[in-house]
């Protein structure tokens, strides 16, 4: 990913892998303790009816809520240079909340090789249900190294 300006910061040793069921998911290579900020989130505030009416079904999903009208989205719509921060995925049992509206910390300690995961209804306040995937990424304990 070099000369790419990334609109997010992860903690080093965090990064997205491509993951063996489905798509891609961000994983750390070192321990993060409790309270420890992992991921700050950086990219495109839309507004709501921006947000609903962007063309690609597949980029707004990689967005999220942060105020009552406002959404931030990848600051690149083409996925080949998308932020990695982006690639953090839902888990009913998630490893990171928020503190705030685009810092995640760590909810307890996460061993190396984790998955890293938040649960998406901490920032969406409109409905938009989906069905939990948490099987594919958490209870199997998926770990990349």
């Not at 997010?8 to 070192?30: D, N, Q, V």
């Not at 009208?69 to 080949?80: N, Q, R, V």
Request: glycine share 8%.
């Amino acid at each position: 990913m070099s000369g790419l300006a990334l609109a997010s910061w992860l903690r080093p040793g965090i990064m997205a892998c491509h993951m063996e069921k489905k798509g891609k998911g961000l994983f750390t290579m070192i321990a993060i303790s409790q309270g420890e900020k992992a991921v700050v989130f950086g990219g495109r505030i839309v507004t709501e009816s921006l947000f609903h009416q962007a063309p690609d079904n597949n980029f707004i999903k990689h967005g999220f809520q942060v105020e009552q009208d406002l959404y931030i989205l990848p600051a690149h719509p083409d996925f080949t240079r998308m932020d990695p921060a982006f690639y953090l995925n839902h888990s009913c049992e998630p490893n990171l909340g928020l503190c705030g509206q685009i810092t995640f910390v760590a909810l307890r300690d996460i061993c190396a090789g984790e998955h890293l995961t938040f649960d998406y209804a901490m920032t969406d306040s409109f409905d938009s249900r989906f069905d939990c995937l948490v099987n594919l990424f958490t209870n199997d304990k998926s770990k990349f190294i």
